[in-house]
């Protein structure tokens, strides 16, 4: 190896004291000199610690002893480095990989996000058990019964006469009365709302039966609608979904600790995530239909929603959060009123 000399600054070990010297690289040894040319500190190669390196940062030179060196030459590179690191290095310095690496990344990242994972979701509907989808759900509802649910205020008449009538749409549509339940709870948090969970469970709050009381065609449109989501997998799709975007950022960023937190939580995850538009409209579809195969009208669902509507308008002054968020994912209310009105079956 051919001697070579850099000046740099020797900071000693555990002190902020410093010392302006010249290190000399010669047959594996690393020597320090001062100006007087007496000897600092000397390490053999092998021992010294090399970080890698970035590109217009001089590269920092660290010893056992815990003393480093930094060259005052940033570009100064120090010729036992590890080959790697100087490949490395060189691709960093590439201005076109640079910038194909901004274009690229997010591209990749998209892809991902947009194109793969939705995939893998879908393949995850066939794969789920029903038992895990079933101990996915309740788990969810257990979750959300502490979030944001009281237990129902309706009466015990008003409950039965809803449940015999949910029996009856289940029958004629020659659905499971096993797998569709339907509860009911008063939640100030959800205010007039219904949703399902992946397992065909279906959640009424006393707000929105007490809505549509006068309205029981439009009660069973959303019920219908609820039982869209379960029948095309969206909460699966979606659960499945959220995991699998978690695991790959936390890959990509670096926080695997996050991805437990994620795969435990996915009950409150649940009330935070909203069904894509493509989902709305795939179950606004289904109770559409199904509503007109049952001898209802397609009106009914669009009065459903025209109600929802209008209770959300008088609520205006308390607006809150959620409802914000409800309207900014679900299609506009016009549209979905427009599209139900216009179905010809
Ligand atoms: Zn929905």
Redo the contacts with the bound molecule.
């Keep these: 190896m051919k001697a070579l000399h850099v000046t740099g600054c020797y900071y000693f070990p555990n002190s902020s004291q410093h010392q302006y010297c010249t290190a000399q690289v010669n047959n594996e040894q690393v020597q320090l000199l001062n100006q007087n040319n007496d000897l600092i500190h000397s390490a053999s190669t092998i021992d010294c610690i090399l970080e890698s390196p970035i590109p217009g940062v001089a590269a920092q030179l660290s010893f056992c002893n815990g003393g480093r060196f930094i060259p005052d030459d940033v570009d100064f590179r120090w010729p036992f480095g590890n080959k790697v690191y100087s490949i490395s290095e060189r691709l960093e310095k590439n201005k076109l990989l640079i910038l194909l690496s901004v274009v690229v990344a997010p591209l990749l990242l998209w892809l991902i996000l947009y194109r793969g994972i939705p995939a893998i979701a879908v393949y995850s509907v066939n794969v789920a058990s029903p038992a895990v989808v079933e101990s996915m759900g309740e788990q969810s509802l257990a979750v959300i019964e502490k979030i944001a649910l009281e237990p129902t205020q309706l009466s015990i008449d008003q409950q039965a006469d809803l449940q015999s009538k949910w029996a009856q749409m289940l029958t004629a549509l020659e659905l499971d009365n096993t797998k569709f339940r339907l509860s009911f709870y008063q939640s100030d948090y959800l205010a007039a709302n219904a949703f399902a969970l992946p397992h065909g469970r279906v959640v009424v709050t006393d707000e929105l039966v007490t809505l549509l009381a006068d309205k029981p065609d439009a009660l069973r449109a959303i019920l219908l609608?609820?039982i869209g989501?379960v029948e095309h997998h969206h909460g699966v799709r979606l659960s499945a979904q959220a995991v699998a975007s978690t695991v790959v950022l936390a890959v990509i960023f670096g926080d695997l600790e996050g991805i437990t937190e994620v795969v435990l939580g996915s009950g409150s995850s649940f009330l935070q995530q909203a069904?894509s538009r493509d989902?709305?409209r795939e179950?606004d579809n289904y109770a559409i239909e199904k509503l007109v195969k049952l001898g209802y009208s397609n009106h009914d669902f669009a009065d459903a929603i025209e109600a929802l509507q209008q209770s959300l308008e008088e609520q205006h002054a308390e607006l809150e959060d959620n409802w914000l968020k409800y309207l900014s994912t679900?299609p506009s209310s016009q549209e979905r009123i427009e599209h139900a009105r216009q179905y010809k079956p």
């Design positions: 609608h609820e989501h069904f989902m709305e179950a679900h």
